[in-house]
């Protein structure tokens, strides 16, 4: 049955936070940013914090899809609700994901939800990680209804999520398993499937596969513990070629969104410095934004008509997790806000 839940009791919120920070201050580094030449073509103006979140309420932002008005629909992972905040950081709530009574959740422990995307009819699909049976793949429509729609392995941790709206699939980033899962959209036969698997997409110690994104005939991968962003080719019958490293050096890589026709990504650093990335087509990268702007432990990057959106999680600080705003400044290089589709771009 279709229907909303209530919030986790705030002490287990206040431990799978606290757990987590733990884990991030002891994760490994990546090295350092790559020098590389300035970002010539890309540059960001304006930054400002639209809304402030409550951590010790679990408003912890882990991803988010964006509304055609403008609008950020944010996973509040720890609170287990999809939030959906405008640009003057007015909020609404959505959806609250299931209560689960005794969370056995790998990494955190506590229930918490994670990637979010949006279809064109306006339904939103969230990754929820719990431990337990109600591990899954959750489907909100536009009126508000709640239901999952696929089971997804409950010892693993489904993180980043990625449509591939050609094929009518959804691919999730297992940061536990190092396993891209593939998804399908079938109202009739929603299955899940081992699409990829490696030692890149793999943990070091802590987490594996994180973001994702499709594009150029590719799906792109992040490992946090490797610093690395990774390509893996899409087979004309759908399949996974070869995976291959993109760009070193990312320390605390998260989620990341293409930054216009190319190759070129912003990709959310959640690392002591705070930081946003630009990862050129070539794979070497400048840092765009850092916690002097307001960056909190970023976790997530969208872009939508110059416009680019960094929500934080403070994850490593605790210090206020928001949602920040910059303008893209319009060149001959970058016309930001069209991400790479399937299809439609040489791999």
Do not use: C
């Not at 398993?177 to 929603?190: E, K, Q, Y």
């Not at 087509?281 to 916690?291: A, E, F, K």
């Amino acid at each position: 049955m279709l229907r909303l839940f209530r919030l986790l009791p705030m002490p287990r919120i206040a431990g799978a936070v606290g757990l987590v920070l733990a884990l991030l201050a002891a994760a490994p580094s990546a090295g350092a940013a790559a020098a590389g030449p300035p970002a010539s073509s890309f540059s960001l103006t304006d930054p400002r914090i639209v809304a402030h979140f409550d951590f010790t309420a679990g408003e912890t932002p882990e991803n988010l899809a964006l509304e055609p008005d403008g609008s950020a629909d944010l996973t509040f992972a720890f609170a287990r609700q999809v939030v959906r905040v405008d640009l003057h950081g007015g909020r609404r709530l959505l959806a609250t994901l299931p209560a689960v009574a005794d969370p056995k959740t790998p990494l955190v422990g506590g229930a918490v939800v994670t990637g979010i995307v949006r279809t064109p009819d306006g339904t939103l699909y969230v990754a929820f990680n719990t431990g337990t049976v109600e591990t899954g793949l959750y489907r909100i429509t536009p009126d508000g209804e709640v239901g999952k729609l696929a089971d997804l392995p409950p010892n693993g941790f489904t993180n980043g999520l990625a449509l591939d709206e050609h094929r009518g699939l959804l691919y999730g980033a297992d940061s536990v398993l190092g396993t891209v899962w593939r998804i399908s959209l079938d109202d009739a036969h929603p299955a899940v499937s081992t699409w990829a698997t490696g030692a890149a997409l793999e943990p070091a110690t802590f987490i594996g596969a994180n973001g994702i994104k499709v594009g150029h005939h590719a799906v792109w991968v992040s490992n946090y513990d490797r610093g690395t962003l990774l390509r893996i080719p899409v087979g004309e019958d759908g399949s996974a070629g070869t995976i291959r490293t993109h760009a070193t050096g990312l320390t605390g890589i998260d989620d990341f969104a293409f930054a216009g026709h190319g190759k070129a990504v912003l990709a959310a650093l959640n690392n002591t410095e705070s930081q946003l990335a630009l990862v050129r087509p070539d794979g070497t990268h400048t840092v765009v934004l850092t916690g002097k702007d307001g960056l909190s432990g970023p976790t997530s990057v969208a872009i939508r008509h110059h416009r680019v959106y960094v929500p934080s999680g403070a994850f490593l600080t605790g210090i206020d997790p928001n949602l920040l705003v910059a303008d893209v400044e319009k060149n001959e290089k970058t016309e930001p806000g069209k991400p790479g589709e399937p299809g439609k771009h040489e791999g």
